[in-house]
T-cell receptor, first 114, second 113 residues
Framework: NAGVTQTPKFQVLKTGQSMTLQCAQD?????MSWYRQDPGMGLRLIHY???????DQGEVPNGYNVSRSTTEDFPLRLLSAAPSQTSVYFC?????????????FGPGTRLTVL | AQKITQTQPGMFVQEKEAVTLDCTYD???????LFWYKQPSSGEMIFLIY??????QNATEGRYSLNFQKARKSANLVISASQLGDSAMYFC??????????FGTGTSLTVIP
């Protein structure tokens, strides 16, 4: 199993450009989430999904869109990049369970917006 | 209000000593989960330990144990016999009403030889 994969690993954008961060998991997990990590602020939830076709906003959703057409994939779209979106982005997945159900994380995408 | 509070931005510990990383949480749910993750300088997020809100025993995983005090809403991570490889950021997280997870701001642990 590859677990959670993210592409690209690094990206530099100019202000106003758009792009899509890809995330895929092969563990058949129902739940998937996108976080951004900024120094001193921990991980903040951007959007999450409880299954194909169902998404919801997290703590910092502005400037980002998501969709989930399959169980495996959960792309994050930046509509018009801004310097404030410079961050490290993590995708995570977890199973539907009330037991342990920890999140499995991808390796992250380091995004710089100039 | 913050869902997860980690009040120690940085901690130092001597190799082979034990260290406690603090975490308090805020929830009105009866069913929730508490997690600790490690993030080394390479950047990946590594799951360490889990405690369910209904678990009566403190969780243990090798050198990691979770000191769960439900009434005080605290979930401190104890690392015994620290090793140089334990130097990393440590994040406390809570799962409330699946699947939302909330993370603290982290504690940077440095193990001194």
């Amino acid at each position: 199993n590859a677990g959670v994969t993210q592409t690209p690993k690094f990206q530099v954008l100019k202000t106003g450009q758009s792009m899509t961060l890809q995330c895929a998991q092969d563990m058949n997990h129902e739940y998937m989430s996108w976080y951004r990590q900024d120094p001193g602020m921990g991980l903040r939830l951007i959007h999450y999904s409880v299954g194909a076709g169902i998404t919801d906003q997290g703590e910092v959703p502005n400037g980002y869109n998501v969709s989930r057409s399959t169980t495996e994939d959960f792309p994050l779209r930046l509509l018009s990049a801004a310097p404030s979106q410079t961050s490290v982005y993590f995708c995570a997945s977890s199973p539907r369970t009330r037991a342990r159900g920890e999140q499995f994380f991808g390796p992250g995408t380091r995004l710089t917006v100039l | 209000a913050q869902k997860i509070t980690q009040t120690q931005p940085g901690m130092f510990v001597q190799e082979k000593e034990a260290v406690t990383l603090d975490c308090t949480y805020d929830t009105s749910d009866q069913s929730y989960g508490l997690f600790w993750y490690k993030q080394p300088s390479s950047g990946e997020m590594i799951f360490l330990i889990y405690q369910g809100s209904y678990d009566e025993q403190n969780a243990t995983e090798g050198r990691y144990s979770l000191n769960f005090q439900k009434a005080r809403k605290s979930a401190n991570l104890v690392i015994s016999a620290s090793q140089l490889g334990d130097s990393a950021m440590y994040f406390c997280a809570m799962r409330e009403g699946p699947p939302r997870f909330y993370f603290g701001t982290g504690t940077s642990l440095t193990v001194i030889p």
